[in-house]
């Protein structure tokens, strides 16, 4: 009995990820947010790191990893110091300062001006 000679299987050619291909689509996209992300991770996200010193008892030579650990001590030292609630009140007067003062003033400036008559003030 002869037997008929079977075809190769072909590997179908690899195609791209759909990941590589939207990079390569977007590339220049992407290089346009990259000084955003690079600001956001270095700024905002690795400060977060420094979080922890509060939890520890930090030791400049020994580093945030290895110095011990000694939990809420000293936001229970912080929170029953008699001069927190003076800085609480201190705080919160001057956000409301801040707002009272610091948000109607630039309205009523560019109200002003859009009143002026005279186009060389504006």
Excluded at 78 to 100: A, Q, R
Aim: glycine share 4%; aromatic share 20%.
């Amino acid at each position: 009995m002869q037997s008929k000679p079977q075809k190769e299987a072909h590997r179908p050619l690899r195609r791209k990820s759909r990941l590589i291909r939207t990079w390569n689509r977007n590339k220049a996209l992407w290089l346009l947010f990259l000084p955003c992300l690079l600001y956001y991770l270095i700024f905002r996200y690795a400060p977060m790191f420094g979080l922890v010193i509060t939890f520890k008892d930090y030791n400049l030579f020994k580093g945030i990893w290895a110095s011990d650990w000694v939990g809420f001590k000293y936001y229970r030292m912080f929170l029953e110091n008699p001069d927190f609630w003076p800085l609480m009140k201190n705080t919160f007067l001057l956000g409301v300062y801040k707002l009272v003062f610091g948000f109607p003033a630039p309205i009523l400036l560019a109200i002003l001006l859009n009143e002026v008559r005279r186009a060389a003030f504006k």
